[in-house]
């Protein structure tokens, strides 16, 4: 029998053109959506209502890592037992999510990392390298994480130092936690990324490579 409580954190900054099919679409492999809209300034916030998602909206942006921390925050007080991210920007597939979960939910790992079927960035690859020797993971970059609620409430926090969604699973491999990984599939995104020019996302990218080598 399945007794667990699945919270879907789905960080999104002006994700108007595809929140709505995102959320309906992931419904009905878990509990509960939790969208946090982090400044947007269309309709993301309004439609993800609509589609029944609970909806967390920051005033300005706090960023990626805030939002997931704040988002995991809640999804711990709605008694979460697993926490798990996914994309706003349709690049996921939700028929994925069942294969991220259940080596939580038959208790083989207590952390299941996506794999995407190639990098999009150059500093990618270096991450990579980093997570696959220190984790045994090979995409540590990847949106679709899952995370069992223990390995959240021991850690404390999804973020503390803007690692681009990667300290919490650096922290859970470092205490002893089991790591899986699962290859998923990803669509093309049809925009321009939130995460700025591919030279401002390298730039975020190497910051958040040195902070994983000081902090875990
Ligand atoms: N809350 C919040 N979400 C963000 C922010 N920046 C990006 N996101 C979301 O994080 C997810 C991934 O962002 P993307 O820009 O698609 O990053 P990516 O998938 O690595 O890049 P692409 O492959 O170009 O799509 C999307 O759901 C974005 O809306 C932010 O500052 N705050
Ligand atoms: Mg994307």
Redesign the pocket.
């Known amino acids: 029998m399945n007794d667990h409580k699945t919270v879907m954190v789905?960080?999104?900054?002006n994700?108007e053109k595809t929140i709505a099919s995102v959320i309906a679409n992931v419904k009905e492999y878990v509990e509960t959506v939790v969208v946090?809209d982090?400044g947007s300034t269309d309709n993301t916030a309004c439609y993800a209502k609509q589609q029944g998602a609970v909806v967390l909206s920051h005033d300005e942006?706090h960023?990626?890592d805030k939002?997931i921390d704040d988002g995991f925050n809640l999804g711990a007080q709605l008694g979460a037992t697993i926490l798990i991210t996914f994309?706003?920007?349709g690049?996921h597939h939700p028929e994925d999510i069942p294969m991220m979960l259940k080596p939580i939910i038959t208790g083989e790992a207590d952390v299941v990392v996506g794999k995407r079927p190639s990098h999009?960035r150059i500093t990618e690859y270096l991450f990579a390298l980093i997570g696959k020797l220190k984790a045994n993971i090979e995409d540590p970059?990847c949106?679709l994480k899952a995370y069992s609620i223990e390995v959240y409430n021991d850690v404390g926090h999804f973020d503390s130092i803007k690692s681009i969604g990667t300290q919490l699973m650096f922290e859970a491999s470092k205490r002893g936690y089991r790591m899986a990984q699962r290859d998923i599939t990803l669509n093309s995104?049809h925009d321009e990324?939130?995460?700025g020019t591919r030279l401002i996302a390298n730039w975020k990218i190497l910051k958040a490579i040195m902070k994983i080598l000081v902090a875990c």
Do not use: C, M, W
């Open positions: 789905i960080p999104a900054l994700e946090v982090d942006n960023g990626y939002s994309d706003a920007d690049q999009a970059l949106g995104r990324p939130r995460f």
